[in-house]
């Protein structure tokens, strides 16, 4: 036998060398959960390990994160169903709680990269992502209230706005109003193949934002498809997009793959809130184990082509690579 691949295998000094992919902390953006209020660490049950927390306390979380080097954050704000109605308005009020804590944590941590969602479904009675009319979900006229959304986070401090809702067309409207009030700087991450997916389920619970109706799935994608990615990208990359995400991340690492191969703007992937509840689950029924199945799938991520992966363990992956 001439050639042996088990020759690059037979240290760890070896095996290194010959290393095709490596995932740092750089890499990563941690998805957190913010409610209202003072001295609030609230578990979420389906996903172990994740909480709600309320400003004071999630500016102590943040901390402790850039000590591990994490320096980039997603928010997202959990909102009693008494601040919630048909047009969100709650999402581009001023003074609401979500905009404020924004600005602060800007303010606090200056080199920090904050992100937000920009959707209605947090702020929305329906639980929809867009504005509902005799049961169906708006388009054109949700951009408006994406909008406002927009120019309120952008306002607050936010480094990269994530419209999270496959509402067509919204990047460029974006885009935009952005530039034309002088928002240059901010970027906007589209939730480019954002499919219609079982996997978001503990994210719902945490929010509270399940749909009070039907589905998502006129607006999300369709799990079968995959040459409809390369649409949504096109139209994404021509409106302004400065990343594009797949979403969720396991079930569709040929869509990362296909979207990394076609386009050169950066890709990221978001490893969602089911997609780490599965693996919590079966660690603590010791059926797995934990830190190399966290290893091992967010490494899956970036072999297919993700820069960028917005993950749940970015705490937990950060202590363990320390
Ligand atoms: C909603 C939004 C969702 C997630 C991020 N933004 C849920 C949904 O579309 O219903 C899911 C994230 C996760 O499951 O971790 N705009």
Redesign the pocket.
Known sequence: MLRRPRRNRKSEAVRNLVEETSLSVKDLIF?MFLVDGVKKTIAIDSMPGINRYSLDTLLGEIESCMKLGIHAFDVFPAYPDSMKNATATESYNPETFYLKALREIKKQFPEACLMS?V?M?PYSSDGH?GLVKNGKILNDETLEILARMSLAQADAGVDILGP??MMDGRVGYIRELLDENGFVDTSIMSYTA?YASA??G???DALD?APKFGD?KTY?MNPANAQEALIEADLDAEEGADFLMVKPALSYLDIIKLLKDNYSLPIAA?N???EYSMIKASAQKGWIDNDRAMMETLLSMKRAGAKVILTYFAKEYASLSK
Request: aromatic share 20%; glycine share 4%.
């Open positions: 998805p969602d959707a479904d992502d999270s809702d954002k996997f978001y503990p994210f719902r934002s998502k999300q978001y969602v809130s089911g």
